[in-house]
C-alpha cells in the first residue's frame, strides 16, 4: 500500500548531487511532474491519432499533478481520487449541456457555487478544485455538433486523472518523508498530552494521569530519536538537522513547562490559591494546541498549518507575559515564587526556536496567501487528525458565501453571452473571471492586471508560433517548455506564468487548426472581458482597502463583548435567567466576533504594502474570540439559577470598562501607554474582587457556581492582559494606530513618521536600566548625607537638561525632604564659560570651572548623546585625576566617556532628540525619588 511507503526506500541521487539540490527543490519538482503529466498523454494522444482527446486527457493529467500534495499518503490518494471525480463531472455535464443555453448557465452557476464550498472544505486545494473543473466544464462547451459523447469525455478525463495519479504516487518514493515527519510530530503530539495531563492535574490532583504522560513523552522522543538518527544518511543533511531540531524542542518546552508547574506547586494547595493564578490554566490549555500545531505543521509542511502555529506561538509568548506579571506581583508576598519567575523566561526562550525550526520544514517557496479565520480546539484530536490537517470550520464563512454568490452571477451572465451570441472562443469570459475574482479585493486586483497583461503577451507569442508553421513534435516541446513554466513561476511571478499558461493552451487547443487574425482578436477580447468584469466586480464590491475597516470592525467586537458580558451579569443581579435578550447579546458578539476574523483573513490577500502590522494584530481576533466564549460559559452556569447574584456586578464593571477604553484605542489609533495603563489600572482592580471567589451562591443547594463564574471572568481579564501584550508590541501599535490613520485621514506618511518616532522613543525609554538609576539615587543620598557638592553640565540640549536637574534637585528635592542639596549646574554662567573659552580653550570651560569648585568625593554628572564632546571629556579626566565621583549618561554611540565614567547609563539609540529625552527622563526619576518615596523623605522642609 502506498502509506506504508517508508524511508526505508533509499534513491539512487545522494544529497549533494546535482539531482538532489536542484531537481528534488519543490518547485522544480512539481514542473517537472506536472510536465511530464501534461507531455505524455499528449504525445500519446497525437502518435495513436486521437486529437480531439489531447486536450482533454492531457489538461486533465496536468491538473490532477498540480497539487503539492501533504500529510498521509492514503490521505493523498483520497484528495486526488476527488480530484478526478470533480473534474470528470464537471466535463460530464458540460458535454451533457452543451447544445442547451439554459443548461450551460445553470450548470455554470452550480459549478461557482461549489468552488466556495470547496474553498471552504479545504483552502488548500479547493480554489483548484473549483478553477480546474470549470476550465474543463467550459473547454466542453465549445465542443461543436457530432463530437463526443458525455461518457467519451468523461473517460478521457478520468484516464489523464488516473495517470497523473500514478505519476504522483511513483513520486513519492523519490521523497518518502512521511515516516521521518511522522516520529518527529508523535513527540511534540506526547508534549500536548504532558501539558493537559499538567492542566487536570491542578484541577484534580487525585485524578492526575501526569505520571503515565510524562512516560509517554520521554518514550516518543527516544523512539523519534531512534528513527531519525537511523535514517540520517538517507536524506539531505539540511533537511534532517531541520527535522531533529524540532524534534528535540518538544522535549525541551514540556521539561521546562513541568519544572514551572512544578516550582509553582506550594503556592497552588487550594481552589483559591489557583484561583489567584488564572494564566496558569489558559497557558496550559494553549500550549497543549499549539504543541499539535506544531505536529500539523511537522506533518503537512505547508504555510497555512505555520500560519496557525505562529498565531497560537505568539499567544503563548503573550500568555507567558501575564503570568511573569502576575507572579511578580505575588513574589513581594511569597519568596517561593520567585524561581518560577526564571522557569518563565527558560520556556519562553523556546518558542523563537520552535518558529525558526519550523519554517525551515516547510516549503519555502508556497505562497503563503491564505490565513485561517478559526482556530480550533485540537486538544482531543487524535494523531489520524493531527495527519490530515484539513479541519474545515463549523459553520461557512459569511465572505465565502458572497464570494460564490457573486462568482455565480458574474460567471452565468458571461456564458449566456457567450453561449447566446456564439462568440468564438468566448468561454475564456467566464474563465478568466473564476481565474481573476477572489474572495478580496487586493488578490483580485492584482491578478486582473496581472492575467490582463499576461493573456495579452501569451495569445500574441502562441499565435506566432502558429504562424510559423512548426512541426507538431516541435510545437509539443514548445508547449511543454511552456507547462514548466507555468508551473515554476505561478506562485513566484504570476503574470509570467499567466503568460506561460497562455502559449500553452493556444499551442495545445489550436495546433490542428487553421489560424486565422480573428483566433488572436478573439481570445484577446474574451481575457480583456473576463479580467475587467472582475476588476469591476472588486471596485463595486469593496470600495475601499480593508485596512481602513479592520480596527472599527475589531472594537466592534470589543464593544459586542461588553454588551454581552454586562447584559449576563445584570440578568444574574436581578435573578433572572438566560432570557431573549441575553441570547441576541450572545449572537451579536459572535457575529461581530466573526466579522473582524473575515475582515482580518480579507486584509490577509491584499498588497503588502497596504498591510501594516499584520501578523500581531491576528492576536486582537483570536483573543476576542475566546472572551466571548468565557462569557458564553460563565452564562451556561447562570442560565437555570433564579438567585440573585450582585457580587458579579463590581468586576464585571471594570472589565466592561477595560473592554470599552480598549475599543476605542484600537479605533482611534491611540496606543500611548498612559491608554494602556488605565485599562491594566482597571483590570487590577477587577482582579481585586476575584482575589476571592464565593463557595458559593446565596441559597442553599446552590453549589459552587459563584467560583465558576469568578473563574471565567478572570479568564476573561487574562485574555484582555494577553491583548495588552500583543499590543505592546510596537509593530502592532504601528500598525493599528497607522490603520486608524487612514481611516480618518489622508495624511498618512506624517502619522505613520509620528507613530513611528513614538515607538522607538519608548524602546529608548525601555533600555533605561532601573538598577543603575536606583545606584545614582544612592550616590545622591550619599552626596547630601555627606554634604558633597554635585556639579551637572552638558552642551546644547544636555545643557538644558542640565539646568532642568539642578532647578528640580536643588529646589523641589530639597524643599520635599527638608535637607538642601548643593548643586550646580556648570553651564549657566554665560560669562565666566565666554572668559574661559576665549582666554585659554572652549575644551577647559567645565575643567577650569571644576578647579575651583571641585573636592575630593564631590560628585560630577554630564550627559552627552554622542560621549565624545572634548569639553565633558576633559572635565571627566580633570574630575577622576582629583578623585570625584563620576557619571556619566551618553547615547547609543558611547563614546570616550564611556570608558571614563565611574557610573555610566546608556541609552540604546542614537538620535539626539530620543536620547536626550530620555536622559531628562532619568534627571526626573532622581529627583522625584526624593519627592515621592517615603523611605527618602526623613526630614522637615526648611525656608
Not at 531537481?23 to 517537472?32: G, T
Request: proline share 4%; with cysteine; charged share 20%.
Amino acid at each position: 500500500m502506498i502509506n506504508q511507503v517508508t524511508t526505508e526506500s533509499k534513491t539512487a541521487w545522494s544529497s549533494d548531487s546535482w539531482v538532489g539540490t536542484f531537481l528534488l527543490q519543490p518547485d522544480v519538482s512539481r514542473a517537472l511532474r506536472v510536465t511530464i503529466a501534461f507531455m505524455v498523454p499528449l504525445a500519446f494522444c497525437f502518435l495513436t491519432g486521437r486529437p480531439r482527446a489531447a486536450a482533454f486527457i492531457a489538461t486533465a493529467s496536468q491538473v490532477v499533478a498540480f497539487p503539492n500534495l501533504r500529510g498521509d499518503y492514503g490521505i493523498r490518494v483520497v484528495i486526488l481520487a476527488a480530484m478526478i471525480f470533480v473534474v470528470a463531472s464537471a466535463a460530464f455535464l458540460g458535454a451533457s449541456v452543451r447544445s442547451s443555453i439554459g443548461g450551460s448557465v445553470l450548470v455554470m452557476g452550480a459549478i461557482a457555487i461549489l468552488a466556495g464550498i470547496w474553498r471552504h472544505l479545504s483552502p488548500e486545494y479547493g480554489p483548484s478544485f473549483g478553477i480546474f473543473s470549470a476550465l474543463l466544464f467550459l473547454m466542453t462547451l465549445e465542443i461543436g455538433p457530432g463530437g463526443p459523447t458525455p461518457v467519451e469525455v468523461a473517460v478521457w478525463v478520468i484516464s489523464g486523472g488516473l495517470f497523473a495519479l500514478l505519476l504522483q504516487a511513483g513520486s513519492w518514493v523519490f521523497r518518502p518523508q512521511h515516516a521521518l515527519r511522522k516520529a518527529a510530530a508523535e513527540s511534540w503530539v506526547a508534549a500536548s498530552d504532558v501539558f493537559l495531563a499538567l492542566k487536570n492535574q491542578l484541577e484534580n490532583p487525585s485524578r492526575s494521569d501526569f505520571s503515565e504522560k510524562e512516560r509517554d513523552l520521554r518514550a516518543a522522543v527516544d523512539k523519534g530519536t531512534e528513527v531519525l538518527a537511523g535514517k540520517s544518511k538517507t536524506h539531505s543533511k539540511e533537511f534532517f538537522d531541520h527535522l531533529e531540531a524540532i524534534h528535540q524542542l518538544s522535549a525541551r518546552l514540556a521539561m521546562r513547562v513541568i519544572a514551572l508547574v512544578t516550582s509553582l506547586e506550594p503556592a497552588l494547595t487550594g481552589a483559591a490559591d489557583r484561583q489567584k493564578i488564572p494564566e496558569l490554566e489558559a497557558l496550559l490549555n494553549t500550549l497543549a494546541n499549539t504543541a499539535r500545531s506544531v505536529a500539523i505543521v511537522i506533518i503537512t509542511h505547508r504555510t497555512q498549518n505555520l500560519e496557525i502555529t505562529e498565531a497560537r506561538l505568539r499567544r503563548c509568548e503573550h500568555l507567558f507575559a501575564v503570568l511573569e506579571e502576575r507572579l511578580t506581583l505575588l513574589a513581594e508576598a511569597r519568596s517561593d515564587i520567585a524561581h518560577a519567575i526564571e522557569l518563565i523566561h527558560q520556556a519562553k526562550s523556546f518558542l523563537a526556536p520552535v518558529k525558526s525550526a519550523l519554517r525551515d520544514t516547510v516549503d519555502s517557496s508556497e505562497s503563503r496567501w491564505m490565513f485561517p479565520i478559526r482556530f480550533p480546539d485540537l486538544s482531543g484530536y487524535s494523531m489520524k487528525m493531527v495527519a490530515s490537517g484539513l479541519n474545515p470550520s463549523a459553520e461557512m464563512d459569511p465572505v465565502l458565501i458572497r464570494y460564490s454568490l457573486r462568482m455565480a452571477f458574474l460567471t452565468t451572465v458571461a456564458v449566456a453571452i457567450y453561449k447566446g451570441f456564439a462568440i468564438p472562443r468566448g468561454y475564456w469570459i467566464a474563465f478568466t473571471i473564476i481565474v481573476v475574482l477572489q474572495p478580496d479585493f487586493g488578490s483580485t486586483r492584482q491578478k486582473a492586471s496581472q492575467r490582463i497583461l499576461g493573456t495579452f503577451g501569451g495569445v500574441l507569442l502562441g499565435t506566432g508560433l502558429l504562424w510559423l508553421k512548426m512541426p507538431f513534435w516541435l510545437l509539443d516541446l514548445v508547449a511543454g517548455a511552456m507547462m514548466f513554466g507555468f508551473v515554476f513561476f505561478v506562485v513566484r511571478r504570476y503574470a509570467l506564468a499567466v503568460l506561460f499558461v497562455t502559449v500553452m493552451l493556444v499551442l495545445v487547443t489550436e495546433m490542428r487548426t487553421p489560424v486565422h487574425l480573428d483566433f488572436a482578436i478573439g481570445r484577446l477580447f474574451s481575457n480583456v472581458v473576463g479580467g475587467l468584469s472582475a476588476l469591476l466586480a472588486a471596485f463595486v464590491f469593496w470600495p475601499s482597502w480593508e485596512r481602513e475597516k479592520f480596527p472599527c470592525l475589531m472594537a466592534r467586537g470589543l464593544r459586542a463583548n461588553r454588551d454581552y458580558l454586562v447584559s449576563i451579569a445584570a440578568r444574574a443581579a436581578a435573578g433572572k435567567g438566560f432570557a431573549a435578550e441575553a441570547v441576541e447579546a450572545k449572537r451579536k458578539a459572535e457575529r461581530e466576533g466573526a466579522v473582524a476574523l473575515a475582515s482580518f483573513q480579507r486584509l490577509l490577500g491584499e498588497p503588502k504594502k497596504q498591510r501594516v502590522g499584520l501578523e500581531r494584530s491576528s492576536a486582537l481576533a483570536g483573543y476576542n474570540q475566546r472572551i466571548t466564549r468565557a462569557i458564553t460559559v460563565m452564562a451556561a452556569h447562570l442560565r437555570d439559577q433564579p438567585e440573585r447574584f450582585d457580587l458579579l456586578l463590581r468586576p464585571v464593571q471594570d472589565i466592561s470598562r477595560a473592554l470599552d477604553d480598549l475599543a476605542s484605542a484600537i479605533e482611534c489609533g491611540n496606543m500611548k501607554t498612559i491608554v494602556l495603563r488605565d485599562i491594566q489600572k482597571s483590570l487590577h482592580e477587577a482582579d481585586l474582587q476575584l482575589a476571592n471567589p464565593p463557595a458559593k451562591l446565596p441559597s442553599e443547594g446552590s453549589a459552587n457556581y459563584g467560583a465558576l463564574i469568578f473563574a471565567q471572568l478572570a479568564r476573561i481579564s487574562t485574555e484582555i492582559r494577553a491583548m495588552l501584550a500583543a499590543m505592546e508590541s510596537p509593530s502592532l501599535a504601528e500598525g493599528l494606530n497607522s490603520s486608524a490613520a487612514v481611516s480618518s485621514s489622508k495624511l498618512q506618511p506624517m502619522n505613520k513618521w509620528i507613530q513611528e518616532y513614538i515607538a522607538k522613543q519608548k524602546a529608548a525609554l525601555d533600555s533605561i536600566p532601573a538598577e543603575a538609576v536606583a545606584k545614582l539615587i544612592g550616590i545622591l543620598r550619599e552626596a547630601l548625607d555627606k554634604d558633597r557638592q554635585i556639579f551637572v553640565f552638558g552642551n546644547g540640549g544636555s545643557a538644558s537638561n542640565s539646568s532642568h536637574f539642578v532647578t528640580d534637585l536643588g529646589k523641589g528635592s530639597s524643599d520635599k525632604i527638608g535637607r538642601r542639596f548643593r548643586c550646580l549646574s556648570l553651564n549657566d554662567n554665560v560669562s565666566w564659560i565666554t572668559a574661559l573659552g576665549n582666554d585659554y580653550a572652549y575644551d577647559e570651560v567645565y575643567s577650569r570651572q571644576l578647579i575651583n569648585y571641585g573636592k575630593p568625593g564631590d560628585i560630577v554628572l554630564t550627559m552627552s548623546v554622542s560621549g565624545n564632546s572634548p569639553n565633558l571629556v576633559k572635565a571627566v579626566e580633570w574630575a577622576r585625576a582629583n578623585k570625584l565621583t563620576t557619571i556619566a549618561l551618553v547615547g547609543g554611540k558611547r563614546g570616550k566617556l564611556a570608558t571614563l565614567a565611574d557610573h555610566l547609563i546608556v541609552i540604546d539609540s542614537e538620535h539626539y532628540g530620543r536620547v536626550e529625552d530620555a536622559h531628562m527622563g532619568i534627571c526626573h526619576m532622581l529627583c522625584y525619588a526624593f519627592m515621592e518615596l517615603p523611605e527618602l523623605n526623613t526630614g522637615k522642609a526648611q525656608p
